[in-house]
């Protein structure tokens, strides 16, 4: 079935130093999209993208989905502690916008 | 606008019972999804229900089990609980009208089962 691998797993930052997490599909996807989940909560979303090569900001986050619609990044500048949490990348399967196949996830550390 | 709601909070099952979950949608969201959580397999995705009728189911056994009410309100069951059972329940509701195909996902329900 459809998979999204993500990377890194984990990845522990300086509060400043810029963060990176990115996930890739075997196939091409129609659009994916980013939520963050902070510790013991709930994902949030984030974002969707859904064109070739779409780039979009929200402040100091930089989402970037791929020329062949087969892999994402959300880039994160001068990371803040308010930032911990673990990012996931989900994609809808099979054209039903309530089944998602979400990433494993990057849990992103910053120490102040 | 209420967010999505589910209850309870925390549940202590013993193995071999079953349990309810539910689930309250946004308002106006027909499209209710329910996702499991643990740490070694993640997020996975265990059924959408949308205007009563289960419209996608993942690959879960059969002791897993849903339904949607007529208010988009949710219910998943698990029969015959098992220890790897134990796990970060989590719905999400969407709204398939919207452009933006985002899920509100509520506070989860975990589930210890010992």
């Known amino acids: 079935g459809q998979q999204v691998m993500q990377i890194p797993q984990y990845q522990h930052v300086q509060e400043g130093e810029d963060f990176t997490t990115y996930c890739n599909s075997s196939?091409?996807?129609?659009?994916i999209q980013w939520y963050k989940q902070r510790p013991g909560g709930h994902p949030v979303f984030l974002i969707q993208?859904?064109?070739?090569?779409e780039v979009k900001k929200q402040k100091r986050l930089t989402f970037q989905f791929g020329e062949a619609k087969k892999n994402s990044s959300l880039h994160i500048t001068a990371t803040q502690t308010t930032d911990v949490g673990t990012y996931f990348c989900?994609?809808?399967?099979?054209?039903?916008?309530?089944?998602?196949?979400f990433g494993k996830g990057t849990k992103l550390s910053v120490k102040p | 606008k209420a967010g999505v709601t589910q209850t309870p909070r925390y549940l202590i099952k013993t193995r071999g019972q079953q349990v309810t979950l539910s689930c309250s949608p946004i308002?106006?969201?027909?499209?209710v999804s329910w996702y499991q959580q643990t740490p070694g397999q993640g997020l996975q995705f265990l059924f959408e229900?949308?205007?009563?009728?289960?419209?996608n189911k993942g690959n879960f056994p059969g002791r897993f089990s849903g339904r949607q009410f007529s208010n988009s309100r949710s219910e998943m069951n698990v029969s015959t609980l098992e220890l790897g059972d134990s796990a970060l329940y989590l719905c999400?509701?969407?709204?398939?009208?919207?452009?933006?195909?985002?899920?509100?996902f509520g506070q989860g329900t975990r589930l210890t089962v010992v």
């Open positions: 999400a509701s969407s709204d398939p009208g919207q452009r933006n195909t985002e899920a509100f």
């Open positions: 196939t091409t996807l129609s659009n």
């Open positions: 993208l859904v064109k070739s090569g």
């Open positions: 989900a994609v809808n399967y099979g054209g039903s916008q309530g089944n998602l196949i």
């Open positions: 308002s106006g969201h027909r499209s």
């Open positions: 229900y949308f205007s009563e009728t289960q419209r």
